[in-house]
């Protein structure tokens, strides 16, 4: 087992190498809520993903030289956007890519990102399974992070209160197009979507199982216990990547999602839909 921390200099995670074939943990340790802000994602969470798909591609190409098939698997276990900080950079959600994880806040879309939205698209598309370790609130924006991996073990509660929810509606933020997209590619049920667009509901981790936003509820409520019970669940899921088409395969399913997401325009606010609309009436 190794372990490497990004960035270097001031760590913000670790990336662990488990013993297990092509196994990685991603634990996220960003002060006590783990906000996604600009530095979180481009020095930490982006190059932590680089290093474990270089490492699986390794291990892959190996793999079909030697006509082996390999296990792989991710855990990504975090939190949520940085609001204060993010609306600062007016590049922080959309940007021009190519289609190539507690208590969080939320933030609105702004221009020419390299930020928030590739790293959505890059989960979407990441070529071994990635799932999400929720083991507390996972609210806005880091609903989103764990809504961009493949499956979801959340908590269930009995340790801590533990919530998934999307309260823009509360304080006044519109969805960027990027997230409304994810959530309509991920919950298909109508009653669910709209309790968590528009009554900005906290689903409890039974609801959040009933309501398809999660796949599985670890009981113990522990951060070990969610975290063995993702492994254990990517252990049922591993072998569908040795083909290597596992990503291949999600950037078709994902493709409008992927278009929705790459979208390059300044979300309108209240405040200009208000004036807009005086003008018009």
Known sequence: MSCTRFPPDSPLLTLTREPEPCLWIIDMHNGEDNRLTYNFI??????????????????????????????????????????????????????????????????FILLHSETFNPLL?????????????????????????????????????????????????????PWPASMAALVRVKISDA????????????FTPQEALEGGLVDVIAGGGTSDVVLAAARTFASDKVQNAKTGVWGLIKKEFY?????????????????????SARARL
Not at 191 to 202: D, F, I, K, Q
């Open 42 to 107: 481009n020095c930490a969470l982006k190059p932590a993903l680089d290093a474990v798909e270089r490492e699986w591609r390794e291990t892959w190409q190996a793999s079909q030289v030697d006509a082996k098939s390999k296990s792989t698997s991710s855990s990504l276990s975090g939190s949520g956007l940085d609001y204060a900080n993010s609306i600062k950079d007016l590049g922080f959600f959309p940007g021009n890519f190519t289609f190539d994880l507690y208590l969080a806040v939320h933030l």
């Open 121 to 173: 698209a890059r989960l979407l598309t990441f070529p071994i399974p990635v799932i999400a370790a929720i083991n507390g609130h996972c609210f806005a924006g880091g609903f989103m992070l764990a809504l961009a991996c493949d499956y979801r073990v959340m908590t269930d509660g009995r340790e801590r209160r533990a919530w998934c929810c999307m309260n823009e509606i509360h304080f006044g933020a």
């Open 191 to 202: 009653r669910t979507l709209r309790r968590l667009a528009l009554e900005g509901h906290r």
């Open 255 to 275: 493709r409008h999602t992927l278009e929705d997401i790459a979208q390059d325009y300044r979300q309108i606010m209240p405040l200009q839909e208000q004036a």
